[in-house]
Structure formats: structure tokens, C-alpha cells
């Protein structure tokens, strides 16, 4: 027997050939399978971490929107006891003023008092006085 004779009368037979071939493919299909498998528990994986994310981002989330909340609450507060003061000043700026007329219009009344006293006085003392100045006014006015 030659060699390409020994060759072709190997030990496998065209069936265990074709058996050779479907375990070849059975083994691909496993591999296959498992590589299906396996990607499939890359994406579960990648689904669970994934809503870990986003559970955390929304958390994150609310937690930045309960501070802007409470930051505004604050401001709003700042602002409500800033007007208050500004309007405890400008009460206190108009009662010092109200005041300050008011003790204004006692020292005219009181002055207009004193006057009116002292002229009742004159006119007690010597009532041709008062009028005497008035004529020698008139009589210097006529000499011009």
C-alpha cells in the first residue's frame, strides 16, 4: 500500500467524519451558548450598576433640590428681616424728626408768648410810646 492509500483508508470512516463535524459545531453551539451566557450576566450586571447610578444620581438630586429649597427659605428670611430693619430706622428717623418739630413749635409758641408778654407790658408801661417811633417815621418819610 502506498501512502496516499494508507491515507485515505485512515482510521476514520466518512460517518465518524460527519460525527467528528457535529461535535464541532455541538462544541461551537456550547461555546456560543456560553458566550451568550456570559453576555448575558455582562448586561444584568451592567443594568444593576446601571440603576445603582441612577438611584444615586436621583438622590444626589433631590438632596441638591432640598438645599436650593432651604438656601431660598434663608434668603427669603435675610430679606424679610432686612426690610425690617430698614423700616425700624425710618420709623425711628420720622419719630426724631416729629420730635424735633414738635420741640420746634413749643420754642415758637413759647417765644410768641414771650412776646406777646413784653408787649403787653409796653403797652401797660406807656401805650404813646409804642406808637411815637411809627410818627417819626412818617415824619422823616415827609422830609424827603
Not at 45 to 74: G, S
Amino acid at each position: 500500500m502506498s501512502d496516499d492509500e494508507y491515507e485515505n483508508t485512515s482510521n476514520t470512516s466518512k460517518t465518524s467524519k460527519k460525527g467528528d463535524e457535529a461535535f464541532a459545531k455541538a462544541k461551537s453551539g456550547i461555546k456560543q451558548s456560553e458566550l451568550n451566557e456570559q453576555l448575558k450576566e455582562y448586561i444584568g450586571e451592567w443594568r444593576n450598576q446601571r440603576a445603582k447610578e441612577e438611584e444615586e444620581l436621583k438622590r444626589l438630586k433631590d438632596k441638591q433640590a432640598k438645599r436650593k429649597e432651604i438656601r431660598a427659605e434663608q434668603d427669603k428670611k435675610l430679606a424679610a428681616e432686612k426690610k425690617q430693619e430698614e423700616d425700624r430706622i425710618k420709623k425711628e428717623a420720622a419719630d426724631k424728626k416729629a420730635a424735633e418739630e414738635e420741640m420746634k413749635k413749643a420754642e415758637m409758641l413759647e417765644a410768641e408768648i414771650k412776646r406777646q408778654e413784653m408787649m403787653a407790658a409796653q403797652k401797660e408801661k406807656g401805650g404813646s410810646k409804642g406808637s411815637a417811633p411809627a410818627l417819626d417815621a412818617r415824619k422823616e418819610m415827609s422830609k424827603t
